[in-house]
């Protein structure tokens, strides 16, 4: 290094040295030293475009063109080193800063106050819900659940097992059911509506000043690791948030060991606890994607809801019919896959050979798939004149279409394909 002072001062002198040294400690630049004994020593100045257009302006334009500047006989280079990124014209007006901040995040950023701030966007719509519990009269004690109001005419979406009695499965609504929202107000309610097999249930109040509510989104395009957060009331504790990810999505009840009809949870890890039931899980736009039900009790972060996707066709069936129907075919079905498919083709190579599809491994005796002539082995193509390859395409095929054909096209072992007509049932409310 004193070598190359040394070789730097006599070509140059004290003053063009002193100068260059000026020049990058005025625009906090970076000054790049070569001392190749093979080479010319040179210095190059990394500096702003401010400074440069400056040092253009008094009279140095080479150096703005060509980013070399000569100081005598020793050459100095310069180059572009802005401490900003350059700013896109339509959004030169809008500093990115921190929600909490009052401004706009930057784009595909989260401000620090992401959680905060979707919480406080349902929060005000996040009630306490509870229900005096009694036996043949004799009062045993009291449940209590979380919901949320979802339209302004005092309609709370809440779940079904904290309003029915676990042993008898009986609607309450004789019970009065005693609604606190978080700003203190307090009304009664009344149970409008329950669906044993999802676990949802409506709640109605009455109120003459207006209620907040909370807007429903979809959790169709949910991904596991997208940030969610569950509000409500756990062991009576009002206004409690927590937050964490989704873990999975379209866990299926069967993962759980849950028997009866097919149904699907999101799994996640936030923290939940009795008295979160029926309260809202809510993405980072303040929107609610589920309704917590459960969680698993000898584990942690465990916890389980209802996609709002499937809460909002129950809450379409309450409209229409007052109560969820459901059809039913007596099919156990499996979705394929190419991996899957592969692999029963290589035990048996009569497996037909599809690329997409729904195999059906067994059909109950005596239920409408049976008399339809579904066998064990068959491999669903088409539904309803539909191509489907996942059973959720089925279950929404079928909506709440009861007593009416509807045409299937199957694959059987060596490429047979055949044409059934099936008839769906209701489905007993109990399995």
Partial sequence: MDHFLRKVSSTLGRKSILRIIAIGAASSGLLYLNNNPNSKATVRLSTTAPLREHLAFQGHPSFVSSYNW????????????????????????????????????????????????????????????SVQRDFYGFATGRSRCSGTIIDADGTILTCAHGLVDSQVRQLTTHVRVDVTLQDGRTFEGTVVNADFHSDIAIVKIKSKTPLPTAKLGSSSKLRPGDWVIAMGCPLTLQNTVTAGIVSGVDRKSSDLGLGGMRREYLQTDCAINAGNSGGPLVNIDGEIIGVNIMKVAAADGLSFSIPIDSVSKIIEHFKKRGRVIRPWLGLKMLDLNELIIAQLKERDDKFPDIEKGILVPMVTPGSPGDRAGFRPGD?????????????????????????????????????????????????????
Avoid: W
């Fill in 379 to 431: 491999v669903v193509i088409e539904f309803d004149g539909k191509p489907v390859e996942r059973i959720k395409e089925i279950i929404d095929i079928m909506d709440d279409r009861i007593g009416k054909a509807l045409d299937v096209v199957v694959k059987r072992a060596n490429n047979e394909v055949v044409k059934l007509s099936v008839i769906p049932e209701e489905a007993n409310p109990d399995m």
């Fill in 70 to 129: 000569e100081f005598g006989n020793f050459p100095l280079f310069l180059s572009r080193a802005d401490p900003t990124p350059a700013i896109d014209n339509n959004i030169a007006n809008e500093a990115p800063v921190a929600v909490g901040d009052g401004g706009k995040p930057c784009c595909g950023c989260l401000g620090k106050d992401f959680i905060a701030n979707a919480a406080a966007k349902v929060a005000p719509a996040v009630v306490n819900l």
